[in-house]
């Protein structure tokens, strides 16, 4: 009979943890989609439209791992007015040998949130100038605190500037991580001005009009854009992407649909076909990532099923080997 | 927190069976695919072609139902080396109104056995000829099982005849199915003569080569073909699909790409864009069935995510009316 272990959020909480550790996973895990032979199919997505709700499901297999992952993510926005969370779901863990069900992970869409921001720290890792005096946010949900902790490991910053369409809630997330961070966090009242101040600037927002525009970008800037994961979502202005000088995806084939690079390439800005390297490609060093000080970088994360397989992975090692977690006969 | 039910193989084999009510069940489940405004996308495949296995992840939202499933179908056919089936998976059960994660389904490939087979059934009982005297399988796995254990709930028959590839196979079969049923049944030693017998065949093989000739066709027959479900299967001539009275098929955006519909498209013998009737047509009433005793009809069955959420809702109702299973806080 085989045995499946069930893991809850507060197992895998106790197990997996945003830190440089996690971040070193998430950069192995990009690293093997240029350089294995990484089976990653096209998201499954399904829309609800009468409940306002979606669920996508991921999944990626890397040779050479125990295990892969598919996850379930649904997206239920009216969630919020019965009071429950809008994002949701879970990971269930398959052997890569034998495709036999490994674990469950019951982790309420927590693994995602801090693969996703593991992410934004490789991403800032291989393309953010050295030096960051001030770091900028744009958005003040979840990711936004998930990111900048996550930036703070790899890019040290001095202070942090944020811009939300709700001011009370830009204020509220500046009270918050300034006490997190030890260091200043202002709200600032325009976009403009927390791009014009940073070297790194991460938005986060699930934004359908372009929040940054190409005439602010300033030699030595690095913006990660997360936000965008659907076809109708869009942070940046088309002309930003076109006017970068280096340009990074985290998936081609995604960004082109449900990126920035969709965006771009709809606005006739960029051909259809265009190919810009891949997070993987450079961290594994097959494409240059910033090479001088004053370029502009723009890095476009659609989230991965690589990131999935990665961190579920080594959720369920970690559990294992701790005893943590409930196994089940079936 | 969010309580979630797991469900073992053994939970829901004591609560959900082969019997007529299943048969119902997946007959309305097609009915509203036909009738109702369901959200049912491609399916998501992933090959692992070093491992000899792939995964499948199916799902499906039926408007008027409280949640949809989203089924992992894993099939790695180096299994048996190892002592282990091929085939097995588990069914995740989501709120359709918060999509919040109801049920755990670990049913190693349970349901899915049961629902095929169900679906066997309600093919046949919209197209089969009214009277069987001879029902006839071709293969000897568990589906020939099944199907014709589903067969027998719709369409009485006297006797069966089964034919496979390992004669072996096929008399262990008869010998366990003529005890099951308390009917005759015999092997025989060519898929021709099983066809010749029969008024109703069940094809439930891998093949990659057409089993069943267009020319063996006679009137009064019907053929459901459930085996194929991949681009490189095929169990039927595609001649047959041509010279039926009547194809219906399950999903025909599915049929046309992983089913019999698809080696007739690019044999040249059906255009591509043809259009058969669904089987929740045929239920529903909005496309004929079966109309005379004498016609010649094909079921092309590939199976769908509805027949998925139609029995994860059912098996998590039927559970949780009866305290059946564990609940986990997440």
Known sequence: MPRIRILT???????????LGLVELIEQAFAALATRAVVMPPILSMEIAERHGEVDVKTAYVPGLDGFAIKISPGFFDNPKLGLPSLN??????????GIVQAVLLDNGYLTDIRTAAAGAVAAKHLAPRAVRSAAVLGA?????????????VRPFGELLVWARDPAKAEAYAEKMAARLGIPVRTVPSAEEAVAAAQVVVTTTPSREP??????LHPGLHVTAMGSDAAGKNELDPAVLARADLLVCDRVGQCATLGELRAAIAAGLLPADHAPPELGQVIAGLSAGRTT???????????????????ATAAFQRCAAAGVGQEIET
Do not use: K, N, P
């Open 211 to 216: 929040l940054i525009r190409a005439e602010w």
């Open 141 to 153: 949900g979840l990711q936004a605190e998930l990111q900048i902790q996550a930036l703070a490991l």
């Open 9 to 19: 959020e507060a197992d895998l909480r106790g197990r997996v943890t945003l830190d």
């Open 89 to 98: 779901g879970l990971m269930v863990l398959l052997s890569a040998e034998t």
């Open 293 to 311: 000080d004053d370029q502009i970088t723009v890095a476009d994360l659609t989230g991965t099923g690589i990131q999935d397989t990665a961190i």
